[in-house]
């Protein structure tokens, strides 16, 4: 079992950035695919980024070159940097662990 807590959220200006972490207790976290989701009022949950275990890294084309995910095992820590934010970026962010461990999500909101 792996239990996943998020941090890092808030509101934000267009244009500025954030930091999220997804901290993982539990054993296996450096085995995991780790990613983030997200999911906006009214939208299905869309994956963001994803970080696989040799650090190979995946975006979806509407976050590239903005946000960046890393992953740091030896604190079982999966970050998210997000810059360049947009108010089309607010929605609850999520992380989760192969798909089979999921997180309660935190909170962006990009508004002036």
Partial sequence: QVHL????????????SLRLSCVASGTGFDIFTMAWYRQAPGKERELVATVARDSTTYYTDSVAGR???SRDDAKST????M??????DTA???CCA????WG???QVTVSS
Avoid at 78 to 81: F, G, H, I, K, M
């Fill in 83 to 88: 810059n360049s934010l947009k108010p089309e």
């Fill in 104 to 106: 309660q999500g935190t």
């Fill in 98 to 101: 192969d798909r089979l461990f």
């Fill in 67 to 69: 946000f960046f995910i």
């Fill in 5 to 16: 807590v998020e941090s890092g959220g808030g509101l934000v200006q267009p244009g500025g």
């Fill in 78 to 81: 999966v970050y998210l940097q």
């Fill in 92 to 94: 609850v962010y999520v």
